[in-house]
Structures are given as C-alpha cells and as structure tokens.
C-alpha cells in the first residue's frame, strides 16, 4: 500500500473504546482534516463511571452520522480515502464491537484497506499532530481514566512497557476521589480547576512506591489515605481545593520522578506526555520544571488531543498504513489487545 507518488494518505479514523464515539480524517498521519467526538459523559453521569452497555449504545446511535459529518467537515467522499482505522483495543469489548463492526462493514462496502490501531499507541501519536519532528526514542508517560504507563518507545513497532500503575489508573483516581467527595463527574477536570486556588503542601498524602527501585506505581493506598483523611476530618470542614491540590500533587509527584527516571536511567533524553489526564495543568507544569532540569526534550498534545479522538488513530494508522501493516474483515477487538 506504498503511496502512489505525491498523492496525500487521507486516513478515516474511528474510534469507539470507551464513552466517547469519535471519527476524525487525518492527511499524511498529520494535518487534521476533521476531527469529532461525541462524547456520552451526560448519560454515565449519573451512574458516576461509565456504564458499558449504555456506552456500547450510544456508539451505535451516532457513529454513521459522524462518518457523515466526518467526511463532510473534511469536503471529502469515501472515494477520496485511501484507508479506514479503527481501535481494535484496549477498552471496553461492546464499545470497540460497534467501531469495529462499522469500519469493517465500511471497508467491505468501499474495498479500502482496514487498518487496526492500539488504543495507547494513538494516544502517543496524538502528539504526533502537533509536534511531526519528535525523534525516537522516547519514553511516554500514558496515564489516562483506563491506564497509567510508563513505555519505551524505540521506533515505530518496538514498544516496551517499563513501567505501570499495579492497581488503580491516575484517572480513575482522581475521577473516584472526585465522586466521594460529590464534586461531579468525571472529576479529574474538575479536581485540575479546584486544585489551582489550593496549596499542594497542604495534607500530606502517601507517595507510595516513590522510593522503590524500578518504575512501578501504585494508587489504591493513596485513595483510601484520602478516603480516611475525609472521615476523620469530616466532609464539610475540608478545605476542598487544599484537598484536590494535595490529592493530585501525590499522584503527579510519583509519575513525575518515575519518569525522568526512566528517561536518565535509559538514557533518552526526551519525553512524550499522553493521555486523558496528560490534559492536567498542574502535571504539565511539574513535567515542564523537571525536563528543563535534567534537559530533556518534553512532548505533549493540546488538551483536546489529550482525550480520547480519533485523529489520534488515524494519526498512528498512518504509520501502519506505510508498512503495509493491514487487517483482514476476519479482525476481532480485543479488550486487552496488546502493543503493536
Ligand atoms: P481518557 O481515558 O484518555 O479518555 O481520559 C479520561 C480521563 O482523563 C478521565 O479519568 C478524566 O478525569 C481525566 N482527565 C481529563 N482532563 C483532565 C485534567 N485536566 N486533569 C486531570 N485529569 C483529567
Ligand atoms: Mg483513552
């Protein structure tokens, strides 16, 4: 599937792993052609987690309307593609089912290539949007509602996990916290707000693992810390924007060191930031102190590439694309799919 002489790859992404239904075209695995998402945070609300078989629904209602606008924003129609993306996973198995089905019932009606993307590698390519010259390697922080990694990444297709959360996700930290202290949903955006009139020194919360050898993580005894701060204290005498600057400054300060650690210790000397959570001010800001102290080269995406979209699939599909690297209509999603 080389490119035929100077005529541009124009990638349809779609991408279903999770509450947000989302289809971007991408040119070239860089200039953003259009970009949606529908995202279904207003029906998970009020269950304070997303529901799968709601979120599996949700899919199902709206994403050939996104193709539609997709490929209308784009001033474009499906003969103009030259492949369909999709995340085949990780993620939730019924919401990957809808994307997946989708692009292979569209690859069979239009005889385009069907290219299956890794859900964490295209949110380390979202970075690729914004910044095309990154070298490799790098090492990639993911932390996001579903993962909180640490990866080596050589070269496209020599991926290595260094590193990882042994029990919660930065996200679903913050996003658990948040729903404890009723401060709405999903809370790591509003914990990121709060946090900014408060002082993280204020309660000392358990860096756990930080010490430890190795760039392993773990959250749950930070979240029940939390948990019993708030019972002794009492929930209305909590200075709450204390409370979510010292909650996440605990979460930030053990991914920060884990991960300039990696970076000296492996000796790459730059960073590439992804993920939901990478949309955090607070966590940019200490990443940004560190990189320029150890002088390494930081990465990260705007905020709304740090979320799930699909640009950033086709973004990585791209790299696939290039390599022939394709999928067959016999392709299954796989909750647990792994790096590659
Ligand atoms: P993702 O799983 O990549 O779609 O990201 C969703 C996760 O990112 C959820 O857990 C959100 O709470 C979290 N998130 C989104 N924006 C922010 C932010 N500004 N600060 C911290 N967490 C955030
Ligand atoms: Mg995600």
């Known amino acids: 599937m080389s490119k035929k002489g100077k005529e541009k790859v124009k990638i349809i992404g779609i991408e279903t792993s999770c509450d947000e239904t989302a289809v971007a075209i991408v040119e070239d695995g860089r200039k953003i052609l259009s970009n949606l998402v529908a995202s279904q945070v207003d029906f998970h609300r009020k269950f304070k987690g997303v529901v799968p078989e709601i979120a599996s629904r949700k899919h199902l209602e709206i994403i050939n309307s996104l193709i539609d606008e997709a490929l209308f924003q784009a001033n474009l129609s499906l003969k103009d593609l030259s492949a369909i993306a999709v995340t085949l996973g990780p993620g939730l198995i019924g919401a990957l089912l809808i994307g997946v089905s989708t692009a292979k019932a569209l690859s069979y009606a239009t005889s385009l290539p069907l290219i299956g993307v890794n859900h964490l590698l295209g949110h380390i390519w979202a970075n690729f949007l914004e910044d095309p010259q990154i070298k490799f390697p790098f090492i990639s922080l993911i932390v996001s509602g579903g993962h909180t990694s640490i990866i080596l990444v050589e070269k496209v297709g020599k991926y290595k996990i260094i590193g990882e959360t042994l029990d919660d996700a930065a996200g679903e930290a913050l996003d658990k916290i948040a729903g404890f202290m009723n401060l709405g949903y999903p809370g790591g955006p509003i914990i990121d707000e709060l946090a900014q009139e408060g002082n993280p020194q204020a309660i000392?919360?358990?860096?756990?693992?930080?010490?430890?050898?190795?760039?392993?993580?773990?959250?749950?005894?930070?979240?029940?810390?939390?948990?019993?701060?708030?019972?002794?204290?009492?929930?209305?005498?909590?200075?709450?924007?204390?409370?979510?600057?010292?909650?996440?400054?605990?979460i930030f300060d053990v991914l920060v060191d884990k991960v300039t650690k990696a970076a000296q210790e492996f000796k790459i000397p730059r960073i590439v930031l992804a993920g939901g959570v990478g949309a955090n001010t607070r966590l940019r800001e200490k990443l940004l102190e560190e990189a320029k102290k150890f002088q390494l080269e930081l990465y990260f995406p705007s905020p709304f590439l740090c979320t799930d979209n699909a640009a950033m699939i086709a973004a990585f599909g791209y790299e696939k694309f290039l390599r022939e690297d394709l999928v067959t209509l016999e392709v299954e999603p796989d909750a647990n799919f792994p790096l590659r």
């Open 204 to 250: 000392n919360f358990p860096r756990a693992m930080i010490k430890k050898k190795g760039y392993d993580l773990s959250l749950s005894g930070l979240k029940t810390a939390a948990l019993n701060y708030v019972t002794r204290v009492g929930q209305e005498k909590i200075n709450v924007p204390d409370f979510c600057a010292s909650f996440q400054e605990a």
